[in-house]
């Protein structure tokens, strides 16, 4: 098959695809593939240049796939051998601003797969008794940040394992310079790469088709010179075609800017008709007696725009920020000129809603504005004479837009995208300290940015993010819990500071990090209290809930009568044997032989710091007063939610990377937490029933994460 199968198809007198346009030859590989026709490739590798059509004839080979669009079809007018079998439709992953694995995982939810693991899903598709059928188009879109290199990382850890997969048929569209890459992965004969491009498979009549038909006022155009006339129209929809060598996209705009702006025009002029998509920017500049230059840097923020598209509001700012003088006046006089390249983008409601649940607040109807096409972005930013520069320009201009520095007043677009500008203009790891921007910012914008800066280039707090980014994006939690998530990873980082931080930012954090520690083979925590003599062993506060005397705790000694008893509250562990610091569990006979089965580990409730002291003077509480205090607590394998007793209102969840081996909630309200990494204790600061407990201030930089990293013990 190849492209003088266009002649005998119109030949024989079948109509084009009403959508396509031409493309007999693919369509007929595609439909053959569709099949399973002997012969026929289990994987099509479809590229070509930006602008080619692949996005168009996959959008139309589509619909002859889907059962219910086939409907509203002519197929009994179109070649047999381009209509596939009426089957079920193919799932169609959409990777557009999806990472890969975002896009594993779809695949993972379409086929009802019950993988855990990212690296299950392949062999389970693998061991499918029926073949399943997979179209993942505008490979070139994929990620939510530009920069970051997604297609790459989709092709290598998302199609190449499923073009491997001998159970799946694959049509993928990516491309060029990865195409080779996904077919050399397979057999020989497994794969075909179709190259729009092409001699074999390119389409000069289907481009006329497509000139002569924007052109055409029975599809739309205006009534002009040179569209009401067929014997005008035709030779220019030829001459259109002829100088865009293949370039569909090449076509449009030079079709679209002779629209818009038809004085002047002489169809005969083919110096007027452009041969490339730069050319179409600067003859379009140039008819209007605009210099060239001007248009290019009224369009490079939409060249550089990331996401859905930039809002207008912010068009006028980075347009000034990266020509360097004030372009208002350009802008305001400059619709006309900029019409052709641009299209403005209606916000989706329902990412709007998204955006508030998350707590991220709504781009409240605004206009976002995109260009109409990747490539023109292409052709805009290769003719910069320095990309990092003019990133860096536009990256100063979004971060002067934030009010006051204030991440909750940020525009979204600012808060959600400033990374991926940072990241080209090569200064994302000096952006990466404000524990704002980290609650703020959607997790799974921020995260692949980050992910795409070297670990060796990254600060503390950046690599406290990475750590926790699977939670943030595995939860779509709203920013308050995001900014609590962080507050405990800072603190078991030992950069409580950045946890502090987070606590004078205006979130309603659910808790306060008390204290973190390192601790592997914890296999359960209890909290308790530990009565110690007055004097200097004594505990220097009371602890939450308990008056100076210690009254009101489980143990305490009576206000009058005998030496005075403070009662400290600690957190017990239960470690493997040997542990520094712990004493063995008594046997069952009340020896220290070791039959206990492990070890216990003291360490104080409310401040980081070990405690040396006899486990078995520990006082646990008692029923009675676990049953009166006013928080309760559930916990699954990873999560663990704190309710308020009254009312039965959940007042914190949390969400661990790791299975939790061990919880308990003190009366007073702290939470301690163990998991395979260590243990964490947090106060809940929900407001009780009764009065609230009293959380002492937390010490905080050096002092703090040297008391929690060694067993020395509290010897104060």
């Not at 000694?557 to 403070?566: M, R």
């Amino acid at each position: 098959m190849s492209a003088s199968d266009e002649g005998i198809a119109a030949a024989a007198g079948y109509a084009p695809h009403p959508y396509v346009g031409g493309r007999t030859a693919v369509l007929r590989a595609l439909a053959a593939w569709r099949m399973r026709w002997p012969g026929a490739p289990r994987v099509i590798v479809l590229t070509g240049n930006p602008g080619s059509g692949r996005s168009r004839l996959v959008t139309g080979f589509l619909m002859m796939c889907d059962p219910g669009y086939r409907k509203q079809l002519p197929l009994d007018d179109l070649d047999p051998a381009t209509v596939p079998p009426d089957l079920p439709a193919p799932a169609v992953p959409n990777p557009s601003g999806r990472t890969a694995a975002q896009l594993l995982w779809v695949i993972a939810d379409h086929f009802g797969l019950t993988a855990d693991r990212a690296d299950d899903i392949f062999p389970e598709l693998a061991a499918r008794e029926e073949p399943v059928t997979i179209v993942v188009p505008d490979v070139d879109r994929a990620g939510p940040v530009r920069a970051a290199q997604e297609p790459a990382r989709l092709v290598r850890d998302v199609l190449k394992p499923l073009a491997t997969t001998g159970t799946v048929q694959l049509l993928a569209d990516v491309p060029r310079e990865l195409a080779a890459e996904l077919a050399e992965s397979l057999p020989s004969g497994q794969a075909q790469i179709i190259d729009l491009d092409a001699p074999e498979w390119a389409d000069p009549k289907g481009l006329v088709r497509h000139a002569e038909t924007a052109l055409d006022p029975g599809a739309g155009a205006p009534d002009l010179p040179f569209t009401t006339d067929p014997a005008v129209r035709l030779p220019l929809a030829k001459a259109l075609a002829g100088q865009a060598d293949g370039s569909r996209l090449t076509v449009q705009l030079a079709v679209q800017s002779l629209l818009l702006q038809p004085e002047g025009f002489d169809p005969a002029d083919e110096s007027l008709l452009p041969a490339t998509v730069g050319e179409a920017l600067d003859l379009h500049a140039r008819r209007l007696g605009v210099d060239p230059q001007t248009l290019r840097l009224l369009l490079t923020p939409l060249a550089f725009a990331e996401g859905a598209g930039l809002p207008v509001q912010l068009w006028g700012p980075l347009a000034n920020a990266v020509a360097g003088w004030d372009m208002s006046q350009d802008l305001a006089d400059g619709m006309l000129l900029a019409a052709p390249f641009i299209q403005p983008v209606e916000p989706d409601a329902e990412e709007d809603a998204d955006d508030e649940a998350a707590g991220n607040g709504a781009d409240d109807g605004r206009m976002l504005l995109r260009l109409q096409h990747p490539g023109i972005a292409e052709e805009i930013r290769s003719g910069l004479p320095d990309v990092r520069d003019a990133q860096t320009k536009i990256a100063m201009a979004l971060l002067e837009a934030v009010p006051q520095q204030n991440w909750a007043k940020a525009d979204p677009y600012i808060r959600d995208h400033l990374a991926a500008h940072t990241l080209e203009a090569g200064l994302l790891p000096q952006l990466l300290t404000d524990p704002g921007l980290f609650a703020h910012a959607d997790p799974v914008t921020l995260r692949a940015a980050i992910e795409a800066v070297p670990l060796e280039q990254l600060g503390a707090p950046a690599r406290t993010y990475l750590r926790t980014a699977p939670l943030l994006t595995r939860s779509q939690a709203p920013a308050d819990v995001r900014a609590a998530f962080l507050e405990s990873a800072f603190v078991e980082d030992g950069l409580a500071p950045y946890a502090e931080a987070l606590h004078t930012l205006g979130f309603d954090l659910p808790w306060r990090t008390l204290w973190s520690v390192p601790l592997a083979g914890v296999r359960a925590v209890t909290t308790g209290s530990l009565p110690q003599e007055g004097g200097e062993g004594a505990a220097a506060e009371p602890g939450p809930g308990t008056d100076e005397a210690g009254s009101g705790g489980e143990g305490a000694a009576p206000a009058s009568g005998g030496p005075a008893t403070a009662l400290r509250p600690v957190a017990a562990f239960v470690v493997p044997e040997g542990t520094p610091g712990s004493r063995t569990l008594p046997g069952p006979d009340g020896d220290a032989s070791g039959d206990g089965g492990g070890a216990l580990l003291l360490h104080d409730l409310l401040r980081p710091g070990y405690v040396d002291a006899d486990p078995a003077q520990v006082q646990l509480p008692s029923e009675e007063t676990r049953a009166s205090a006013p928080f309760g607590f559930s916990r699954g394998a990873d999560y663990l939610r704190v309710w308020a007793r009254a009312g039965q209102e959940v007042v914190a969840a949390l969400l661990s990377d790791t299975p939790l081996t061990g919880a308990d909630l003190s009366p007073d309200g702290v939470l301690v937490v163990a998991t395979e990494r260590g243990v964490t204790a947090r106060q809940i600061l929900a407001a009780a029933p009764a009065a609230a407990p009293t959380v002492p201030a937390q010490r905080s930089g050096a002092a703090d994460s040297a008391a929690s990293d060694g067993l020395e013990g509290d010897h104060s």
